[in-house]
């Protein structure tokens, strides 16, 4: 089974310490047979997950750095309509994230909210891709890109500490 996203939002909380919250909010249609339903995939070490609806069961499967975060949908089939929302907690590998350097590789579908958010006490050296929105508040940073018709390709996020 696939989902065909109406609108997608991607919050990641990133901390120094390489910690991140990732919460992903999707709408969308349902389409094809069987039960399992990819969400999303990340390079990304579990420590907690949450799966918000009545309609799906959580699960992660491990595979070599690159994990998959599926729910099992019930009582729903192809063509209806669905909202998703999925928490995780978890340690990103060096690779997508140094405690200073962020860098992944991303191919967001359809109209998708991305942020990434920081600790106040770090100053945003250099973002990539362009068009972002920068704003500061006395808890965080948040950096923001909203895309009509998807994206494909780098997000480049350097901090350092004030």
Do not use: C
């Amino acid at each position: 089974m696939r989902i065909e996203y109406i609108h997608t939002v991607w919050l990641e909380q990133i901390h120094p310490n390489r910690e991140v919250k990732i919460i992903f909010n999707g709408r969308g249609v349902l389409y094809g047979k069987g039960n399992e339903l990819l969400v999303f995939e990340a390079p990304i070490t579990p420590f907690y997950m949450a799966v918000y609806g009545e309609w799906m069961k959580g699960m992660i499967i491990e595979d070599g750095g690159i994990n998959k975060f599926i729910v099992f949908v019930r009582n729903k089939t192809e063509g209806d309509k669905v909202k998703i929302k999925l928490v995780v907690k978890g340690i990103y590998s060096p690779e997508i994230y140094d405690g200073r350097k962020y860098r992944q590789i991303v191919n967001w579908k359809g109209k998708h909210l991305h942020v990434i958010q920081t600790l106040p006490s770090y100053k945003i050296q250099s973002v990539k891709p362009k068009g972002y929105k920068l704003q500061r508040s006395r808890n965080k940073v948040s950096i923001s890109w909203l895309w009509k018709k998807g994206y494909t390709g780098e997000i480049y996020l350097e901090t350092i500490k004030i």
